[in-house]
């Protein structure tokens, strides 16, 4: 009887510690669960301007230069594009394809939808005339503005 009597127990201090750890290692898993559901519910705009390719045509002053930019929606709610912008100035028009090579030619006034994960080629026309201070070799800034409120900013090199 004498001999169970004797035993100790782990001190406090190393108790405490195992707690502590315990009760990190829980709020850690817990967070990042709750993490997981909320972003299952949380959808977001995000497109990138992966590449902008620029030609000219004709000579002035009846030139003008195709910028073709080739876009992705890599987020996860679908995207609505309303405006395209040249050094802040709105285009009137500009057409989109799509990889299967369909094109329509839609004014500033309509919208284009992205779907999450769809990509699109959009084709803004830039116009000597409109643009007279614009010669090849301008960079000029090419911005897309979306129904959710963002800018996706590209700068080209005109040829």
Known sequence: MRKIKSRKAVSPVIATVILVAV???VSVAVSYWMGGISSQYTKFEKVEIQSGICVKNGTAPDQWWNVTLK???TGTATSTLIGAFVNDAEVDAYSTTTPSDTEAVISMSET???VSGQTIYINLLIDYEAYKSLSSGTTVNIKIHSAGGMDYIKL???V
């Open 112 to 114: 284009e939808t992205i």
């Open 156 to 158: 080209i090199e005109l």
């Open 71 to 73: 876009m992705k929606n």
């Open 23 to 25: 009760a990190i290692t």
